[in-house]
């Protein structure tokens, strides 16, 4: 099964305004990873927050990790048309698999 | 800029072809990936590889081999094509284990059409 599940499945918001994606996770990690999905096209690689770490930021990018609850969103501040893409979180369990687990990913579409 | 290359972008293929899916990378990584990926179930771990020579298999990996000849090259055989193998196919690198924090870097991607 997968390790993450993004939430919403999809989030639709206007130029300018936040967008605000949800990914919760079922075992304990060793660190989770943000990707962007430009439409048919491969994974880019956003964000790491490693499981002793709270708060990351990378330019108008934010995520959080809160370990207690097994979950982290990620933040985007000021979102542009440009934005629009699937979003997926992965997570790398301890003493799990030796593997990367992305959930199914959140579709973002920003209207300009 | 570290690149992952895959050998085609579309593929249209018949049913109990042989199918061979290249993947390429040119930063030297030790480890290569290949994924499908399938509306409404995100990406699915088909088969890796932390060394030459060496694989392992993934989460989905009936109807799949691999080839890791050389470092830099991880080929993905779909030895008889079925039409539920009809999929984006994308293959990824990273430097070191996912478990030393690493981020993959994804080739294009290759859709499948198995006819």
Known sequence: SQQGEEDPQALSIQEGENATMNCSYKTSINNLQWYRQNSGRGLVHLILIRSNEREKHSGRLRVTLDTSKKSSSLLITASRAADTASYFCASFSQGGSEKLVFGKGTKLTVNP | ?115
């Not at chain 2, 992952?4 to 042989?18: A, D, I």
């Not at chain 2, 179930?41 to 009936?62: A, H, N, Q, T, W």
């Not at chain 2, 008889?80 to 870097?105: D, H, I, K």
Request: contains cysteine.
């Open chain 2, 1 to 115: 800029d570290v690149k992952v290359t895959q050998s085609s972008r579309y593929l249209v293929k018949r049913t109990g072809e042989k199918v061979f899916l290249e993947c390429v990378q040119d930063m030297d990584h030790e480890n290569m990936f290949w994924y499908r990926q399938d509306p409404g179930l995100g990406l699915r771990l088909i088969y890796f590889s932390y060394d030459v020579k060496m694989k392992e298999k993934g989460d989905i990996p009936e109807g799949y081999s691999v080839s890791r000849e050389k470092k830099e090259r991880f080929s993905l055989i779909l030895e008889s094509a079925s039409t539920n193998q009809t999929s984006m196919y994308l293959c990824a690198s990273t430097l070191r284990p996912p478990w030393q924090g690493y981020e993959q870097f994804f080739g294009p991607g290759t859709r499948l059409t198995v006819l």
